[in-house]
């Protein structure tokens, strides 16, 4: 198959990109080029939809299209309708952020979605974020706007639409910092701050397994809407950073600081402390169910594969870089110093 990417070269597009050609498949990518060119033997056309540039798409033709970079439905709306005559299956890489916090309780491909008040949307389709296009770009409209985009492409493209909601994705290129942060905290050994409670749940996918399944998934024709996440067990948080020891071979001992106090020492969650979600908050990245996914051929690789080659991969980086994510040392300090503080003085 010809298969188009819009985006490609960054995190998940990368790793589609992997997937493809690992299949057999001829890949042609659609990008900025912030992140660099594609690797060897992609075909890469340089272009930049956020500012209304598809020109170099015109009068080409590909058996499907993998959208990985749609944040807006403006944007959104703009490929797939100059795309609906060029393409058979369109792939759209959507949210599990996509549900309205009205639903209760776990939350399946029919749940009510979030929506964006129309004297907002220009203005949020107006946003040209600096860097990489993130979902912190958007704010709290950011399920909305990933809803909206969903409907402009099945609009477009009348019943070829596979649109996938994945939850926190993680793995090697993860530039985000949201998991990686653990792996590399942890590897430094001695001790570190665990936020909650030990038994809390922890989900998140890896992207070569998101694309993998994608990848087999449009070789089937596959439509309709799949949640996407995992893993296909009970995962706690105490079990993420006790395989994070365990495949680093550190020495750290983990001191667990529960929600309420980090929550009024302006702990956030997610990116300051990250994977940690506070008791009072019930996001549809945890109760979102994915069986329909996993009947349809999702799978996993183990824990230890994600942690390990994530860490691999950070530690190939300059260890100077600033991250998106995670707690700094000397917050980290402060944190545990008070924590420690509190318990000796309610001795």
């Known amino acids: 198959m010809n298969i188009l990417v819009l985006g490609g070269t960054a995190f ?6 992997d997937a493809a050609i690992a299949r057999g498949h001829a890949i042609t990518v659609f990008s900025r080029g912030h992140h660099g060119e594609p690797r060897r033997g992609v075909e890469w056309l340089h272009g930049d939809r956020n500012g209304g540039d598809l020109s170099r798409l015109a009068g080409l033709r590909w058996h499907a299209v993998i959208d990985t970079s749609g944040y807006v439905p403006a944007h959104v709306r703009a490929s797939a309708a100059m795309l609906a005559s060029q393409v058979d299956h369109y792939t759209f890489v959507s949210t599990l952020s996509v549900y309205a916090s009205s639903n209760e309780g776990t939350v399946d491909e029919t749940g009510a979605l979030e929506e964006v008040p129309d004297d907002k949307l220009e203005a949020l389709e107006a946003i040209v974020p600096e ?7 958007y704010g709290q409209m950011y399920g909305g ?8 492409a099945t609009e477009a493209m009348k019943g070829r639409t596979f649109i996938v909601r994945p939850g926190l994705v993680v793995g090697p290129y993860d530039y985000t910092d949201r998991f990686t942060y653990w792996p590399s905290r942890i590897a430094r ?3 570190v701050l665990a936020p909650g409670a030990p038994g809390a749940s922890s989900r998140f996918i890896d992207a070569r397994d998101l694309s993998a399944w994608i990848v087999a998934s449009i070789e089937l024709g596959q439509t309709g809407i ?3 996440t995992g893993p296909d067990y009970d ?7 006790a395989e994070c020891r365990d495949v680093a071979g550190s020495d750290a001992r983990f001191t667990w600081v529960d929600d309420d ?10 990116t300051n402390v990250p994977l940690w979600v506070p008791r009072t908050i019930s996001p549809a990245s945890l109760r979102g169910t994915f069986r329909r996914a996993l009947a349809a051929g999702l799978r996993y690789r183990p824990l230890a594969d994600t942690i390990r080659d994530t860490l691999l991969w950070d530690q190939s980086r300059p260890p100077d870089r600033e991250r998106r994510a995670g707690i700094s040392p000397t917050q980290e300090r402060n944190l545990l110093a008070a924590w420690h503080a509190r318990a000796a003085a309610q001795t």
């Open 226 to 228: 799949y949640n996407a």
């Open 131 to 137: 860097g990489p296009i993130t979902a912190v770009a």
């Open 12 to 17: 998940l597009g990368r790793h589609l990109v």
């Open 189 to 191: 050994g001695g001790e």
């Open 261 to 270: 106090f980090l929550v009024a020492h302006g702990a956030e969650p997610w």
């Open 145 to 152: 706007l990933k809803a909206l985009c969903e409907r402009a």
């Open 235 to 241: 995962l706690t948080m105490e079990r993420v950073l």
